[in-house]
């Protein structure tokens, strides 16, 4: 079992950055993926970013990379999402998502993931 808490939404203008949290608790994290989803009205919850907890090897879709970073803290047992050059495209409800895994590959889809948290809204203002 893993528990998520997201942390660190809110109202921000274009160009602006924003720093989300995902405090994790559990029994185990080394077969861990830790993403970050996003989701507006009437459409799919889509990926933004995972992390490997035990290699830290990550994975981004095409449309923040270069301006968000995905991170963990081992010691907090916390991941972070840092977004950098925000534009009014990103405001949705971000959530933070994990499961336990063998694969080497972060998964996209967001059926395959156990757990979840609860949201937390980000708006970008143009």
């Known amino acids: 079992q893993v528990q998520l808490v997201e942390s660190g939404g809110g109202l921000v203008q274009t160009g602006d950055s924003l720093r989300l949290t995902c405090a994790a608790s559990?029994?185990?994290?080394?077969?861990?993926?830790v993403a970050w989803f996003r989701q507006v009205p009437g459409k799919e919850r889509e990926l933004v970013a995972g992390?490997?907890?035990?290699?830290?090897?990550?994975g981004y879709a095409d449309s923040v990379k270069g301006r968000f970073t995905i991170s963990r803290d081992n010691a907090k047992t916390t991941v972070y999402l840092q977004m950098n050059s925000l534009t009014p495209e990103d405001t949705a409800v971000y959530y933070c998502?994990?499961?336990?895994?063998?694969?080497?590959?972060?998964?996209?889809?967001?059926?395959?993931?156990?757990?979840w948290g609860q949201g937390t809204q980000v708006t970008v203002s143009s």
């Open positions: 998502a994990a499961l336990y895994s063998a694969s080497t590959v972060i998964l996209t889809t967001s059926d395959k993931y156990s757990y």
């Open positions: 559990g029994r185990t994290f080394s077969f861990l993926t």
């Open positions: 992390i490997r907890w035990i290699s830290s090897n990550t």
